[in-house]
C-alpha cells in the first residue's frame, strides 16, 4: 500500500474516485452517442478534471461488462488513461474463485496486461485459497469484509463464537497479509469497510492496525465526513473514502459543465475531510 499512501500524502486527499458509468449518470450531451463511446469520452473528461485532485479511481467492472466486448475495451482504455496520469487504480471487480481460476483472475487483474491495475477487490469468503493467488502478483489487494450495503448484516454480522462474522474475516485478511507490511505500516491486503457503518469501521480499525481501509458508501449511499473518521489511524492514514456517482453525477445538482461538477465535488469531499481533522 506504500505507492497508494506516497500519492495521498502528496495531495493531502484520501479519496478515489468511482468511474462508475451507467446511462443515466451520463451528461445529455452524451446520451445520443454509442454507449461505449459516451462512457469513455465520460470517463476520459473525469480522469482529467480530477487527477491532480484526487490520488486514486476505482472502475467498477460490471459497468463495463455490461456493455460487453466494447465495454471491456473501453475499461482497458480507462484504466490506461488513469495510469498514465499518474493515478492509483483499484479495479473494483469483486473476482472470488480458487485454484488455477484465481491464479488466472489475478493475472487478468493485476498482471501488466490490458487490465493490469493497481489493485483489485475480491470476494474473501472462499478462504485464502481465493486470496493467495492475488498477493502472489506482488500487487494490492481488498477483501471484502463489512460492506455498506444494508443487507450486509444478513451473513457479515452473523454470529461466530462470539464475534461477528466480519471480524474472522479480518482477522483472516491480517494474517494473510502480515508478511507485506510497507514502510507505512501497511500490508498489501486491505480491507473494504463501509462508510454506513461508523461503529465497526472504529471498530475494525482499532483492532486491525496494520490492515489499510477501502471505504465505499460517502456520498450517494449516505456516509459523510464524520462517519468515516474512525477508519484513519493517530496520522490520518490508514484510509481511502470512494464516492462514485456523487462525484461522477454531480452535474446533477449543479448544473453546468459536468467536468467542472465533478471537480468542484472532489474537492468539495476533501475539504469535509479536511475538516474533519483527516
Not at 474516485?17 to 476520459?44: C, I, S, T, V, W
Request: glycine letters at 12%; charged letters at 20%.
Amino acid at each position: 500500500m506504500d505507492a497508494l499512501i506516497e500519492k495521498i500524502l502528496q495531495k493531502d486527499n484520501p479519496t478515489v474516485a468511482g468511474l462508475d458509468p451507467r446511462q443515466a449518470h451520463l451528461p445529455p450531451e452524451l446520451r445520443e452517442m454509442p454507449p461505449d463511446e459516451a462512457y469513455l469520452k465520460f470517463n476520459l473528461g473525469l480522469i482529467d478534471a480530477l487527477a491532480d485532485v484526487v490520488p486514486a479511481v476505482k472502475p467498477q467492472a460490471a459497468c463495463y461488462e455490461a456493455l460487453g466486448a466494447a465495454g471491456m475495451a473501453v475499461l482497458e482504455k480507462t484504466i490506461a488513461a488513469a495510469r498514465e496520469a499518474g493515478l492509483y487504480v483499484i479495479s473494483d471487480a469483486k473476482r472470488g474463485d480458487i485454484g488455477s481460476t484465481a491464479e488466472a483472475y489475478a493475472e487478468a487483474w493485476l498482471a501488466d496486461g490490458p487490465l493490469g491495475s493497481d489493485a483489485v477487490t475480491v470476494n474473501p469468503y472462499l478462504g485464502s485459497d481465493g486470496i493467495l493467488p492475488f498477493l502472489a502478483t506482488g500487487r494490492d489487494v481488498f477483501a471484502l469484509v463489512k460492506t455498506s450495503n444494508p443487507s450486509s448484516a444478513e451473513l457479515q454480522d452473523l454470529d461466530c463464537g462470539g464475534e461477528p462474522l466480519y471480524m474472522r474475516v479480518a482477522k483472516l485478511v491480517e494474517k494473510l497479509g502480515a508478511e507485506s507490511v510497507g514502510e507505512h505500516g501497511y500490508s498489501k491486503l486491505g480491507a473494504v469497510v463501509g462508510a454506513t457503518h461508523p461503529a465497526e469501521l472504529a471498530q475494525l480499525r482499532a483492532a486491525f492496525p496494520t490492515v489499510f481501509f477501502l471505504v465505499p458508501g460517502y456520498g450517494a449511499q449516505g456516509g459523510g465526513a464524520a462517519d468515516v473518521a474512525g477508519a484513519f489511524d493517530e496520522k490520518g492514514l490508514g484510509a481511502i473514502i470512494n464516492s462514485s456517482r456523487g462525484i461522477i453525477a454531480a452535474w446533477k445538482k449543479t448544473g453546468g459543465d459536468w467536468r467542472d461538477a465533478a471537480r468542484s465535488e472532489a474537492i468539495a469531499m476533501r475539504e469535509a475531510l479536511r475538516a474533519a481533522g483527516k
